[in-house]
């Protein structure tokens, strides 16, 4: 089993939809939680980072870890053309190798 | 300015020669790691370091070599190119503050052609 599963997509809304995108993972263990999002040709850049459990907002988008089913998700509201990329979700594996497992991310297209 | 720098952009290489990867940060970041991207695959790490002097490996390590002597620079080694190593390289990295890593900051990748 994988570390992290994440549903690839792709997913085209209209704009102003609210997104929702999900990952599960394996290890009860893990802690912190990140979404990376990466446009068409460029590196990926940290979006929202959570630690534990809860939810964390920024803007316009939400990021929530539920530890009991480990499942994590980030919601985008009115969401926007420029929101158009891959979100890859990852998990840091921390104290030691500080090693950052990803998902195989979710192409997300919004249109206008 | 200040981030991860990978050289080169872009980088077709024949089946059998060698090349390295370069990635440099100025950040004074301890720990360093290298991915690939390959379509449907996600980013896969290749090896990783947490400080200079320490490598090990990641989920896909073979056809690659690492070193780290210094904090700033982590070099990419391709032993034997192969076909199969055809993907986009991704340099990343973070640091410890407070009791927390606060994330990776990732160079804009190498796009490699094996032929």
């Known amino acids: 089993q994988k570390e992290v599963e994440q549903d690839p997509g792709p997913l085209s809304v209209p704009e102003g939809a609210i997104v929702s995108l999900n990952c599960t993972y394996s290890?009860?263990?893990?802690?912190?939680f990140m979404w990376y999002r990466q446009y068409s040709r460029k590196g990926p850049e940290l979006l929202m980072y959570?630690?534990?459990?809860g939810n964390k907002e920024d803007g316009r988008f939400t990021a929530q870890v539920d530890k009991s089913s480990k499942y994590i998700s980030l919601f985008i509201r009115d969401s926007q053309p420029s929101d158009s990329a891959t979100y890859l979700c990852?998990?840091?594996?921390?104290?030691?190798?500080?090693?950052?497992?990803f998902g195989k991310g979710t192409k997300l297209t919004v249109n206008p | 300015n200040a981030g991860v720098t990978q050289t080169p952009k872009f980088q077709v290489l024949k089946t059998g020669q060698s090349m390295t990867l370069q990635c440099a940060q100025d950040?004074?970041?301890?720990?360093m790691s290298w991915y690939r991207q390959d379509p449907g695959m996600g980013l896969r790490l290749i090896h990783y370091?947490?400080?200079?002097?320490?490598?090990d490996q990641g989920e896909v390590p073979n056809g690659y070599n690492v070193s780290r002597s210094t904090t700033e620079d982590f070099p990419l080694r391709l032993l034997s190119a192969a076909p199969s190593q055809t993907s986009v390289y991704f340099c990343?990295?973070?640091?410890?503050?407070?009791?927390?890593?606060?994330?990776?900051?990732f160079g804009s990748g190498t796009r490699l052609t094996v032929v």
């Open positions: 990343a990295s973070s640091y410890r503050g407070t009791g927390y890593n606060y994330g990776y900051t």
């Open positions: 290890n009860s263990a893990f802690q912190y």
């Open positions: 959570t630690y534990s459990s």
């Open positions: 990852a998990i840091l594996n921390q104290g030691g190798s500080e090693k950052l497992v």
């Open positions: 950040m004074n970041h301890e720990y």
């Open positions: 370091s947490v400080g200079a002097g320490i490598t």
